[in-house]
């Protein structure tokens, strides 16, 4: 059988298969809180049977959040529109649902991608911004204030907090945001990170931050229910953070209690010089998978059944996560399960689809009609 098709195990919870939904913002929650769109979105994502669905970055204070729209994870209110999410998406098939948990940092308080992306004035929603050091993402950008030593404990609880509501919602497993040039991965890199006291300077130092709030949150979770983390394992710039400092990292965050790592890169400036492509993140999940020995998703324009098959036979991942492949096509499982030649539990509900039951060619003018 196809490897894309096998289980996983990862601590006490077992994926169906190796095939993940990335978490993609949605930019559609109001005040923090999820709508409709979120429950259709990923409804038919579990709908059609991969082993994870995640659940995109959720903000664990309403100054984490990437926009005025993003889905929060920090108040009674947000909290009760979560828990209706994830039970009820539980409800439409056998995808276990995870969540990210994130802090946007210096990167917070921006317009929606279709709306132009731009940092937001408090006169247009924004809010003050928070870093590791004050340096701004980019030149035309607000400079963030310093976290100090009390910003740091309210924001680790805030993580801690979160996880605790996302536990009592009924999610399968929790991932950290340390990708992607948000908070915790601005602490790890020494172009975000210029602080002089113990929390900037050395590798030791930069990490020490994130993994606080990767122990803590361990410390709530049940001691059966997996924690991830996404990393950024190069920032594509010269003197940012780079792979073999993420091999560190990893291995310290395996040591905190971490069951798997999502190895994504960048995000941290707008001048990195990403050579974006097929797969082209596959290298660093492969290196970071057989250095530290952690479970690995890969991720990052990862599109084609075989392509992502070929991931797994090569060893450069346990599984995979897509993105934009999943929002063209809802349905990628099926397809990747045809191409495969691999046996996949469709839902009853739509057995009446599946090939040789029923194909295209069938409802082409002058064919037999199906037969309900």
């Given at each position: 059988m196809a490897l894309l098709f096998h289980p996983l195990a990862l601590r006490g919870l077992t994926l169906a298969n190796r095939i993940a939904v990335a978490p993609m913002c949605q930019y559609s929650a109001r005040d923090g809180v999820a709508q409709n769109w979120h429950f259709q979105h990923y409804g038919a994502l579990a709908a059609s049977g991969p082993g994870m669905v995640m659940i995109e970055a959720t903000a664990v204070s309403p100054e984490g959040r990437i926009s005025p729209y993003d889905l929060g994870l920090y108040s009674d209110e947000t909290e009760a529109g979560?828990?209706?999410l994830v039970r009820g998406v539980k409800d439409l098939g056998p995808s276990r649902i995870a969540v990210q948990l994130g802090h946007a940092g210096r990167k917070a308080g921006v317009a929606r991608?279709?709306?132009g992306g731009k940092p937001l004035s408090p006169d247009e929603g924004g809010w003050n911004r928070l870093g590791p050091?004050?340096?701004?993402f980019a030149p035309d950008w607000p400079t963030p204030a310093e976290a100090d030593p009390q910003d740091l404990d309210r924001l680790c609880q805030s993580f801690v907090q979160a996880a605790v509501r996302a536990v009592r919602a009924g999610i399968d497993a929790v991932e950290l945001h340390i990708a992607h040039g948000y908070l915790l991965h601005q602490f790890l890199s020494p172009l975000s990170n210029q602080r002089t006291d113990s929390y900037g300077g050395s590798l030791v130092n930069r990490m020490r931050f994130p993994?606080?709030?990767?122990?803590?949150?361990r410390s709530v979770l049940p001691s059966d229910m997996p924690l991830g983390v996404r990393i950024s394992a190069t920032d594509w710039i010269e003197g940012?953070?780079?792979l073999d400092e993420a091999l560190v990292f990893v291995a310290k965050c395996r040591n905190e209690g971490?069951?798997?790592v999502c190895v994504s890169s960048g995000g941290l400036a707008p001048n990195a010089k990403i050579p974006i492509g097929p797969g082209y993140q596959l290298p660093l999940a492969e290196r970071v998978r057989r250095d530290t020995g952690v479970p690995t998703r890969a991720v990052g324009l990862i599109a084609s059944p075989r392509q992502a098959e070929a991931a797994l036979a090569h060893d450069q991942a346990d599984m995979v996560a897509l993105g934009?492949?999943?929002?063209?096509?809802p349905r990628w499982v099926w397809r990747a399960a045809q191409a495969l030649d691999a046996p996949f539990g469709y839902a009853p509900q739509y057995q009446r689809a599946v090939p040789p039951l029923w194909s295209v060619e069938d409802a082409m003018p002058g064919?037999?009609?199906?037969k309900n």
């Open positions: 979560f828990t209706w991608p279709w709306e050091s004050p340096l701004p993994l606080a709030v990767v122990a803590e949150v940012g953070f780079t971490i069951d798997y934009r492949a999943f929002l063209n096509d064919n037999m009609p199906e």
